[in-house]
């Protein structure tokens, strides 16, 4: 366990590891968004309220699912940079805001999509869509606070403790901002809990679409990684090494 | 000066001598001591000049200009919390001493509510009336910005301690703080709002509670992380 452990936080052997995952996860994402797209733009019924609206979910949802779980990771990653001091957690610590960034920011913008003709509304201060722009501030909060200090080390630690501090916050935000607009509108919650008879050719595409957009994460998270991996590295042999490779 | 002829200090009085020198400190510079009021009050002098003068319409928004006001000025006070003692080196030895930070940043914490905070509690009421809110709901508002400044004063020094060693700091100061004080701000202006509509508020005042036990107990924490990282 602890040599697992030790050998995880050095870059270069998750460098070689990840570059032998790679190829099987852009596999297992094209296959699956191949079939998952296609059921869902094409075969899924439409919707007898909705029409072909519906369609906007299987994007909306799993982007949205993800962007909730990247605030938790950077506070994990950030808890092991300062307990252990590892710095390839620091390191999916830093490549991970971005990302999460990125998916609230879609997972918002899906949502106007979706909200224009179902609610009528690009923008509604409905609790789940200010949670998710709460969120995308909190984010934008530990960007801007990375790339303020100059000194890396201090960089890492800064973060990572305001990533726990974030994430500390995060359900009780979830909580105060949903039950600060249940007392005004509670209809709201019913049109988007709409689909509650939820037949299985409904959930079967959604399922797969999220696993689809999960590795797309995944794949994004490691790719960016090991850029970071390289660029931190870039004075070690194995890296000179590597470049002299890819060059002759 | 040897290790052997320093009298002993306990926690508490390491923890009162802070308190008392950052109030002195404060009370010797006057403006520092009043700029934040100012500033609160013409911020509430903004919403009736840019939203409208109508006693109607001020007093459905008063409990939110009020409590919005609060949390910007408690934000603009927050530069004076550790800026000055980073800059003559005092900090670092705040750092140094052998007493738990905990207890030094909560006594940091505490004086710059008493200087920034509990004033803008004691004129909340003034301003409460220039905005015709309902005379029910002056005590809730009071109250929950006596409960909740606190709160504001805890995690933005967080926010301090984690920005205090960087050149620019006002603008990132609030990216990074304001998220954070949103939860005090909805419960906070929610309370108020719902005396008005003769709601009851007693849920209000438990979560507000337990957010300043929460934040008495973790945020120093993360104060005292965040300057050890700073000042390194």
Same mark, same amino acid.
């Given at each position: 366990?602890?040599?697992?452990?030790?050998?995880?936080?050095?870059?270069?052997?998750?460098?070689?590891?990840?570059?032998?995952?790679?190829?099987?996860?852009?596999?297992?994402?094209?296959?699956?968004?191949?079939?998952?797209?296609?059921?869902?733009?094409?075969?899924?019924?439409?919707?007898?309220?909705?029409?072909?609206?519906?369609?906007?979910?299987?994007?909306?949802?799993?982007?949205?699912?993800?962007?909730?779980?990247?605030?938790?990771?950077?506070?994990?990653?950030?808890?092991?940079?300062?307990?252990?001091?590892?710095?390839?957690?620091?390191?999916?610590?830093?490549?991970?805001?971005?990302?999460?960034?990125?998916?609230?920011?879609?997972?918002?913008?899906?949502?106007?999509?979706?909200?224009?003709?179902?609610?009528?509304?690009?923008?509604?201060?409905?609790?789940?869509?200010?949670?998710?722009?709460?969120?995308?501030?909190?984010?934008?909060?530990?960007?801007?606070?990375?790339?303020?200090?100059?000194?890396?080390?201090?960089?890492?630690?800064?973060?990572?403790?305001?990533?726990?501090?974030?994430?500390?916050?995060?359900?009780?935000?979830?909580?105060?901002?949903?039950?600060?607009?249940?007392?005004?509108?509670?209809?709201?919650?019913?049109?988007?809990?709409?689909?509650?008879?939820?037949?299985?050719?409904?959930?079967?595409?959604?399922?797969?679409?999220?696993?689809?957009?999960?590795?797309?994460?995944?794949?994004?998270?490691?790719?960016?990684?090991?850029?970071?991996?390289?660029?931190?590295?870039?004075?070690?042999?194995?890296?000179?090494?590597?470049?002299?490779?890819?060059?002759? | 000066?040897?290790?052997?002829?320093?009298?002993?200090?306990?926690?508490?009085?390491?923890?009162?001598?802070?308190?008392?020198?950052?109030?002195?400190?404060?009370?010797?510079?006057?403006?520092?001591?009043?700029?934040?009021?100012?500033?609160?009050?013409?911020?509430?002098?903004?919403?009736?000049?840019?939203?409208?003068?109508?006693?109607?319409?001020?007093?459905?928004?008063?409990?939110?200009?009020?409590?919005?006001?609060?949390?910007?000025?408690?934000?603009?006070?927050?530069?004076?919390?550790?800026?000055?003692?980073?800059?003559?080196?005092?900090?670092?030895?705040?750092?140094?001493?052998?007493?738990?930070?905990?207890?030094?940043?909560?006594?940091?914490?505490?004086?710059?509510?008493?200087?920034? !905070? =509990? &004033? #803008?509690?004691?004129?909340?009421? /003034? *301003?409460?009336? +220039? %905005?015709?809110?309902?005379?029910?709901?002056?005590?809730?508002?009071?109250?929950?910005?006596?409960?909740?400044?606190?709160?504001?004063?805890?995690?933005?020094?967080?926010?301090?301690?984690?920005?205090?060693?960087?050149?620019?700091?006002?603008?990132?100061?609030?990216?990074?703080?304001?998220?954070?004080?949103?939860?005090?701000?909805?419960?906070?202006?929610?309370?108020?709002?719902?005396?008005?509509? !003769? =709601? &009851? #508020?007693?849920?209000?005042?438990? /979560? *507000?509670?337990? +957010? %300043?036990?929460?934040?008495?107990?973790?945020?120093?924490?993360?104060?005292?992380?965040?300057?050890?990282?700073?000042?390194?």
């Amino acid at each position: 366990m602890w040599l697992w452990f030790s050998k995880l936080g050095s870059p270069r052997w998750f460098y070689e590891l990840s570059g032998r995952w790679l190829p099987w996860l852009y596999g297992a994402m094209a296959l699956l968004l191949l079939v998952g797209l296609t059921w869902a733009l094409l075969f899924v019924p439409e919707d007898y309220q909705q029409g072909h609206t519906i369609r906007i979910m299987y994007i909306h949802v799993p982007v949205a699912s993800i962007s909730l779980a990247c605030f938790p990771l950077m506070a994990i990653a950030g808890a092991i940079t300062l307990v252990w001091k590892m710095k390839l957690a620091d390191m999916v610590a830093k490549c991970v805001a971005p990302i999460g960034l990125w998916f609230t920011g879609l997972a918002l913008a899906t949502g106007a999509i979706w909200g224009e003709p179902i609610w009528g509304t690009w923008w509604a201060w409905d609790a789940r869509l200010t949670s998710m722009l709460i969120q995308f501030f909190l984010f934008v909060g530990v960007i801007a606070l990375r790339s303020a200090i100059e000194s890396p080390d201090a960089a890492a630690r800064a973060c990572a403790v305001l990533a726990i501090v974030g994430a500390i916050n995060v359900p009780i935000i979830k909580y105060s901002v949903e039950w600060w607009n249940t007392l005004h509108q509670p209809a709201s919650r019913i049109s988007m809990d709409a689909m509650s008879p939820n037949p299985p050719e409904i959930w079967v595409p959604l399922l797969i679409m999220i696993s689809a957009v999960y590795l797309l994460f995944v794949i994004s998270l490691l790719l960016r990684t090991r850029n970071e991996i390289l660029v931190r590295e870039r004075r070690s042999q194995w890296v000179t090494d590597l470049i002299a490779r890819s060059q002759s | 000066m040897s290790a052997g002829t320093v009298p002993e200090v306990s926690t508490w009085g390491a923890f009162v001598a802070t308190l008392r020198r950052d109030l002195l400190v404060a009370f010797k510079r006057r403006n520092d001591l009043l700029n934040p009021i100012m500033f609160f009050l013409i911020v509430v002098t903004l919403f009736p000049l840019g939203v409208s003068p109508d006693p109607l319409e001020l007093a459905g928004i008063s409990a939110g200009v009020v409590w919005v006001s609060a949390l910007l000025a408690s934000m603009l006070s927050l530069d004076n919390l550790y800026r000055a003692d980073y800059e003559d080196g005092s900090l670092e030895q705040l750092l140094l001493s052998p007493q738990p930070l905990f207890f030094l940043v909560l006594a940091k914490n505490i004086a710059h509510w008493l200087i920034s !905070g =509990l &004033p #803008v509690v004691v004129l909340s009421p /003034l *301003l409460a009336y +220039m %905005l015709y809110l309902p005379e029910g709901a002056y005590w809730t508002l009071v109250l929950t910005l006596l409960i909740g400044t606190p709160v504001l004063s805890l995690f933005g020094s967080i926010g301090v301690a984690l920005t205090v060693g960087l050149g620019s700091r006002g603008l990132i100061l609030a990216v990074i703080v304001l998220p954070l004080t949103m939860p005090v701000l909805i419960i906070g202006a929610k309370a108020v709002t719902d005396v008005m509509f !003769g =709601l &009851p #508020v007693g849920s209000h005042f438990a /979560l *507000l509670g337990a +957010m %300043l036990a929460v934040a008495l107990s973790i945020a120093p924490l993360a104060s005292a992380a965040a300057l050890r990282i700073s000042v390194n």
